[in-house]
DNA sequence: GCACTGCTTGACGTTGACGTAAACGTAAAG
DNA sequence: CTTTACGTTTACGTCAACGTCAAGCAGTGC
């Protein structure tokens, strides 16, 4: 019978080390630090080691996902600290929804660009083909 | 009677001074010559001086569009100047079409990771506003 | 006890994308 | 003919996002 065994070697939910993390996302362990350092992420500290949970799981792949899309760092930081924000009184519920909306115009001028970009891609791809069949 | 002045004082559509694209696309002469530097452009020489003409203000539009979707310079350049590239013989098409495909991959990567930004954020906006709304 | 392995903290190096300052040419305006 | 407004090259500076040592701590294996 499978007991829940708490020393398991494989980590498949439990907490992670640095290397594990790092080699899951495909960055480098300094990469990850370097998130740190920034206050993008605050993994546990046990003694001197670090420990990352879900959360950071989390954080870090909003974080590369931001960084596939170009944004800088800082800008990550200020995003996904929207998410843990405090919204009790009014006033923080509207500056929240204000930086939502930033972040939203911006996102939607990148898409803009992008099905702007994706569009001429693909009818150039379709004159080359056009020319390809022309050569027999 | 309008003549056709050559000497206009405004160039609506004639050749342009690095100030003026500079000026119209939100850009210092620094970045457009660093443009240059990195072969993204190919500005006329007039004596010592650069002069523009449409085909590098259609490139500075292409390079502005890639750089806010996070793209960098060299890889900008790759693919402007696979618009360029000859395509005369099959194995030259071929080689266009791949790159147009690795191209592809890539920003419909970015597609994904935007539109799943995009959604999440706008989840986010509304969990937001119901909390506004049940304050009063 | 000691080597080995993995993690930690500095601290300096690198690359990309420009910024900035110096020193000089040039052409129209006064 | 000098001033003023742009333009040019050369060269070093800067900032972000890490890379790359160097040197030390900490549990583990024998």
Redesign the interface.
Known sequence: MPSPSPASTRAADGPWTIAEVAEEFGVTHRAVRHYEELGLIHPERRGTQRVYHRRDRTRLALIL??R????PLDEIRTIID??DAP?GR?SQ??Y??AQ?GE??DD?????H??????TE??D??SR??A??AA?G
């Open positions: 996902r931001g596939r899309l170009g944004f929207l998410y919204r009014r519920l509207e929240v929804l939502i972040r939203r996102l939607e001028q990148k898409r660009d992008l099905d702007a970009t994706l891609l693909e150039f791809e080359c083909r020319d390809l050569l």
